[in-house]
């Protein structure tokens, strides 16, 4: 092994070791800072599940996207993006593309368009670096590949988090709008109005769908806009078809004073027959995608170990 080899192996030892650091460091943070939040709130609660609810977008490209938003904002870091620098990210692919699925994945007050630019630059940097100096250890073309492969790991991560984002916000939706609308109709039915039942909701429950018709809600009663705006908004930010009807019929029958309590009862019981049929798919489709890691991991060495001695004996007889 050449001097040349030695150096680049001990730089990246010392590398990771840096990122080792770095990471511990941030999680005693996190810690320090969970256990600060514990103390002021006091034990979990609706309080405590507000916070939580508010810290932001989750997912590491996000989280580093949010990061370079605030920076950029206040100006504390240079613009490496030349789309960003020029003032056009929104123009660019990766910015249309943002902006069309920042709204369903929740970060669109969070991450700028210039911040997710910026991310996927940086990332795709940072993995291409990785890449290759994990690559350099082995051969030359060993890094350029693995470079390549870091770079677009790294670009598509933010891209990734939003999808992810995406899916889980869905997901909450169709779950929780079975029990959102059966409180809001046991409300009703105890002589509640639509705004007073809407609101026991947030209230009372601490998932993410709750926290957003909390805000919802707060949005029309502070006069901000009005209801039907903040239902249609609260409904525009959920890829949710069952959701998007729910709204249309409630404000149609709160324009025409029509009853709510048995449409919204029928819906709740077609919104947990839906998410019930959703979980048996999923659950159906688990054998189909397991059969691909059986197929190229464990499927070669059943093979190897039946059919290994069989093909020794009969190497040695030849």
Same mark, same amino acid.
């Given at each position: 092994?050449?001097?040349?080899?030695?150096?680049?192996?001990?730089?990246?030892?010392?590398?990771a070791a840096v990122v080792a650091v770095l990471c511990v460091k941030l999680r005693f943070e996190k810690a320090s800072r969970a256990k600060r939040r514990k103390v002021a709130y006091g034990s979990p609660s609706a309080k405590w599940a507000t916070v939580n609810a508010q810290r932001g977008p989750t997912g590491f490209g996000l989280r580093h996207a949010r990061a370079l938003t605030r920076k950029l904002y206040i100006g504390?870091?240079?613009?490496?993006?030349? $789309?960003?620098?020029?003032?056009?990210?929104?123009?660019?692919?990766?910015?249309?593309?943002?902006?069309?699925?920042?709204?369903?994945?929740?970060?669109?007050?969070?991450?700028?368009?210039?911040?997710?630019?910026?991310?996927?630059?940086?990332?795709?940097?940072?993995?291409?670096?990785?890449?290759?100096?994990?690559?350099?250890?082995? $051969?030359?073309?060993?890094?350029?590949?693995?470079?390549?492969?870091?770079?677009?790991?790294?670009? $598509?991560?933010p891209k990734r988090a939003v999808r992810a984002a995406c899916k889980r916000r869905t997901a909450s939706a169709q779950r929780h709008l079975s029990e959102m609308l059966e409180v809001v109709a046991l409300g009703l039915r105890s002589g509640l109005t639509f705004d007073r039942s809407f609101a026991l909701y947030g209230e009372h429950f601490d998932n993410d769908f709750a926290q957003s018709c909390a805000r919802a809600h707060r949005s029309w009663a502070l006069g901000l806009v009005s209801r039907e705006e903040a239902l249609r908004e609260l409904a525009s930010s959920y890829g949710c078809e069952q959701l998007s009807r729910v709204v249309d019929s409630v404000v149609r029958s709160l324009r025409f004073g029509s009853s709510l309590t048995g449409i919204l009862e029928e819906a709740a019981a077609q919104s947990r027959a839906e998410w019930r049929t959703a979980l048996e798919e999923r659950v159906a489709k688990a054998p189909v995608k397991m059969m691909l890691p059986t197929g190229t991991l464990i499927l070669p060495a059943m093979l190897l170990l039946v059919m290994g001695p069989i093909l020794l004996e009969l190497a040695g007889g030849f």
């Open positions: 092994m050449s001097v040349h080899h030695v150096i680049l192996g001990a730089s990246a030892c010392l590398f504390s870091t240079p613009m490496l993006c030349p $789309s960003v620098h020029a003032g056009r990210a929104a123009d660019t692919r990766a910015g249309a593309w943002y902006r069309a699925h920042a709204k369903l994945a929740g970060c669109s007050k969070d991450v700028s368009v210039a911040g997710f630019c910026e991310a996927r630059l940086r990332l795709g940097a940072i993995g291409c670096a990785l890449g290759a100096l994990i690559g350099v250890l082995l $051969s030359n073309e060993m890094a350029l590949l693995l470079g390549l492969a870091g770079a677009l790991v790294g670009a $598509s991560a």
